[in-house]
């Protein structure tokens, strides 16, 4: 398979709490994606690091890329129920963008 | 504005059969990438476009995968001879630009499935 790998595969958090996903993808980069699916819905853009970059914000969202590990971690703070969903990290070079396995992230109410 | 549409939405082919799957990318999108989902995994790359040049088809499966963009807007993914194998999610995304580095708009995906 071509995908990258993400860790945990899932994870199930009180409302409030944060949670952390993490990547790891296989070749040199120019850039990270992390992507939403919720149930029955399509892939939403959530946040993009260039390969220059250590670290991005976006509202609740805050994600690291460490190049020399090969690796990105999403972190999503003060979880809402409505964050329940499927996360995926994306690795791209020139255009190609190699998709992660995937954390299913569960926000009990 | 519209987003990117796909269709139908879901398809159910026997095995054997041909089966065109449709994609209306973002008006003026360069990009224009096929992926394959199966049941609880993430996207796999199928084919990438920029405007109507399919300049990599290496994820497509077998030849029986076929995909085109004519005139660079409306693709279509083609799969002859369908097996229960390619049951799954057909995902159409475009970019804007010719490059990485700029979201990608995904479509909700066709849903086949082969029996």
């Known amino acids: 398979s071509q995908q990258g790998e993400e860790d945990p595969q899932a994870l199930s958090i009180q409302e409030g709490e944060n949670a952390t996903m993490n990547c790891s993808y296989k070749?040199?980069?120019?850039?990270l994606q992390w992507y939403r699916q919720n149930s029955g819905r399509g892939l939403v853009h959530l946040i993009l690091i260039r390969s220059n970059e250590r670290e991005k914000h976006s509202g609740r969202l805050r994600v690291t890329l460490d190049t020399s590990k090969k690796s990105s971690s999403l972190l999503i703070t003060a979880s809402r129920a409505a964050d329940t969903a499927s996360y995926f990290c994306?690795?791209?070079?020139?255009?190609?963008?190699?998709f992660g396995t995937g954390t299913r992230l569960k926000v009990l109410a | 504005g519209a987003g990117v549409s796909q269709s139908p939405r879901y398809k159910v082919a026997k095995r054997g059969q041909d089966v065109a799957l449709r994609c209306d990318p973002i008006?003026?999108?360069?990009?224009l990438f096929w992926y394959q989902q199966a049941l609880g995994q993430g996207p796999e790359f199928l084919t990438y476009f920029q405007n109507e040049a399919q300049l990599d088809k290496s994820g497509l499966p077998s030849d029986r995968f076929f995909a085109e963009r004519p005139e660079g807007s409306v693709s279509t993914l083609k799969i002859q001879r369908t097996q229960q194998e390619d049951s799954a999610v057909y995902l159409c995304?475009?970019?804007?630009?010719?490059?990485?580095?700029?979201?990608?708009?995904f479509g909700p995906g066709t849903r086949l499935t082969v029996t």
């Open positions: 994306a690795s791209s070079g020139t255009y190609k963008y190699i």
């Open positions: 008006s003026g999108h360069v990009s």
């Open positions: 070749t040199s980069i120019n850039n």
């Open positions: 995304a475009s970019s804007i630009a010719g490059t990485s580095g700029y979201e990608q708009y």
